[in-house]
């Protein structure tokens, strides 16, 4: 029998508090930001730009597309490098007004969950936790929250929620949407397994409210009730997924949790309106540190030994790594590079002589004892590696961590201040990065492909990323209009690859409007077929955020 759902009212103020710009004109005059995202994505348009500050405002506006028959593109943050935010016509319905944090409770068992709008970023709610000021507004707090909150303030132990998406500027909605994850996942995981409640607001204006372990589709199935008792059946779809830490396409399995099938789901299947969090007790500190090695070789085998790859090589037992990130040899080449281009005046650090790879890596630590233990393990693990704790950087004052933000940060910057040039000559340009994440067993062989089928080139990148996961990010950097197309082939070449490996072509930025042709590589067209079903059983005239993750061709 399959799961039954009922919608619920939607909660807030009608649109006469709500902001509606319907003058593209305008639109592009004045609010020109809102058409863009960091991917570069374009040409782009918007009839209409509406800022909701409430779930109902929410409802109206779809129910009014929808009975228009135009899309609607649901955009917050602007953070994504997919094009998953920019609008190709129709509304432009912005998140980023519903930004506050609305509430706070206990679980059964004894964790807290906090509850926010999708419009809050993740560094203010992080700092609102970590001082335990919340904020919620006072017409919102009733007897029972402040009971809870009261609590939360009383309990002995600091708190975070643990996803770090490397812009922390991003949406918490965003985030959802996306199954965000970062170099902490190695420990904590992407969002998805922090995530315990959504409300979500459908295509046709009814809202859903859906917490994890309730509707599981036990055959394969959900029926979702909604208003003045129309129904819709949703069927879930059967294409495998890889077992890899994974953003690419619906994330379905026979007994699914139906709050699983909108985690990554791109804002095409509903508009999320509420989002509840699990919290975790903060570490009392994290031991920090940048390991130098003598090739990608040593570094990469360091991370395998790390993880506890090997069994006949176990790591040290007091190592539990928290996060592993790699820089490659042309990394520290590009930086070495850049930062004598700029001379006297540069900011990038000074790399040791000798570096010709590097991996960062933290572990968390509750005492004196278990720091020592820890710093002497991983001593211990580097010097079966050809390094030492003696040439690492790092520690644990914030003098000693400024080094590591300022080299992790100065790739990504150098890079995009490289593409920055080249586009002023070619405006077409952009950077081509992989997304690319693969089994733990075929990490060297895929760095190994990268590395071989790009020494018969000529094209600038760099290879850095979160290694701990296999995920490793090829950034190339076209100096012109046929490098950008051979660029673009070769990130699909590897795409394919990552494929025939078992991994997968999105680990952390989903699809978006570019990267169809890698959903198709990774599920084939009867995969696609299959998500469009999904989606047009939850959204008919595919009005939600159209073009993204798959063409709009396929619900037709």
Same mark, same amino acid.
């Given at each position: ?72 593109? %649901? ?30 409770? #206990? ?19 992080? /700092? ?10 006072? /017409? ?30 991003? =949406? ?16 904590? !995981? ?62 379905? =399995?026979?007994?699914? /949790? ?16 509420? %989002? ?26 360091? &991370? ?12 040290? !037992? ?72 003696? #040439?690492?950087?790092? !520690? ?18 150098? &890079?995009? !201040? ?11 340009? =952009? ?39 296999? =995920? ?85």
């Amino acid at each position: 029998m399959s799961a039954e759902v009922k919608a619920v009212s939607p909660k807030g103020e009608g649109l006469a508090g709500c902001t509606i710009i319907d003058s593209s004109s305008k639109i592009i005059e004045s609010y020109a930001d809102y058409l863009t995202d960091e991917s570069g994505f374009g040409p782009s348009s918007a009839d209409r730009l509406v800022f909701a500050r409430s779930e109902k405002q929410v409802a109206l506006v779809l129910k009014d597309v929808r009975e228009r028959g135009e899309p609607v593109t %649901v955009s917050a943050g602007r953070t994504g490098i997919v094009g998953g935010a920019v609008p190709t016509g129709g509304t432009l319905l912005s998140l980023a007004e519903m930004n506050r944090i609305i509430g706070i409770r #206990r679980l059964k068992d004894g964790t807290f969950a906090l509850t926010a709008e999708p419009g809050v970023t993740i560094a203010e709610l992080n /700092d609102r936790v970590a001082r335990k000021e919340l904020g919620i507004a006072a /017409d919102l707090v009733t007897q029972e929250l402040r009971s809870e909150l009261e609590a939360f303030v009383a309990d002995d132990h600091m708190y975070f929620y643990p996803p770090d998406p490397t812009e922390d500027t991003a =949406h918490l909605g965003a985030t959802v949407a996306t199954n965000a994850s970062g170099a902490r996942s190695f420990l904590y !995981g992407a969002t998805r397994r922090h995530v315990h409640r959504l409300r979500i607001c459908l295509s046709s204006g009814d809202v859903i409210d859906v917490e994890r372990g309730v509707y599981t589709a036990g055959d394969g199935e959900f029926e979702i009730v909604l208003g003045e008792g129309r129904s819709i059946s949703i069927e879930v779809p059967r294409y495998s997924m890889p077992e890899t830490k994974n953003a690419a396409g619906y994330f379905v =399995h026979p007994n699914v /949790d139906l709050i699983d099938l909108f985690i990554a789901s791109e804002g095409t299947l509903g508009v999320i309106t509420e %989002v509840e969090v699990i919290l975790r007790r903060r570490p009392t500190g994290i031991l920090s540190a940048l390991a130098f090695f003598a090739s990608d070789n040593d570094a990469i085998e360091f &991370v395998r030994q790390a993880r506890g790859d090997f069994d006949d090589r176990p790591r040290p !037992g007091a190592v539990a790594p928290l996060a592993l990130e790699f820089f490659d040899s042309r990394s520290f080449d590009f930086l070495r590079l850049r930062k004598e281009e700029e001379g006297s005046a540069s900011e990038i650090p000074e790399l040791p002589d000798g570096a010709r790879a590097g991996v960062l890596f933290e572990q968390e630590f509750e005492d004196e004892d278990l720091l020592m233990a820890a710093y002497e393990g991983w001593e211990e693990l580097l010097d079966g590696h050809g390094s030492s704790m003696e #040439r690492t950087w790092g !520690g644990m004052e914030e003098s000693d961590l400024a080094r590591l933000r300022a080299l992790r940060h100065s790739i990504a910057e150098q &890079v995009n !201040g490289v593409i920055a040039r080249a586009k002023a000559r070619h405006p077409e340009i =952009h950077k081509i990065g992989t997304d690319i994440a693969v089994p733990r067993d075929r990490l060297e062989e895929m760095f190994a492909y990268y590395r071989d089928t790009l020494a018969g080139v000529d094209l600038e990148y760099v290879v850095f990323g979160h290694i701990g996961d296999s =995920h490793l990010h090829l950034n190339i950097m076209p100096a012109d209009l046929d490098q950008l197309r051979e660029a673009e082939g070769l990130a699909l070449q590897f795409a394919r690859e990552a494929v025939r490996m078992g991994g997968t072509v999105s680990a952390e930025h989903g699809i978006g409007k570019l990267k169809h042709e890698f959903l198709e590589a990774l599920y084939g067209e009867k995969g696609l077929r299959e998500m469009a079903a999904l989606k047009k059983a939850f959204d008919p005239g595919g009005m939600l955020n159209r073009g993204v993750m798959f063409s709009a061709d396929l619900l037709t």
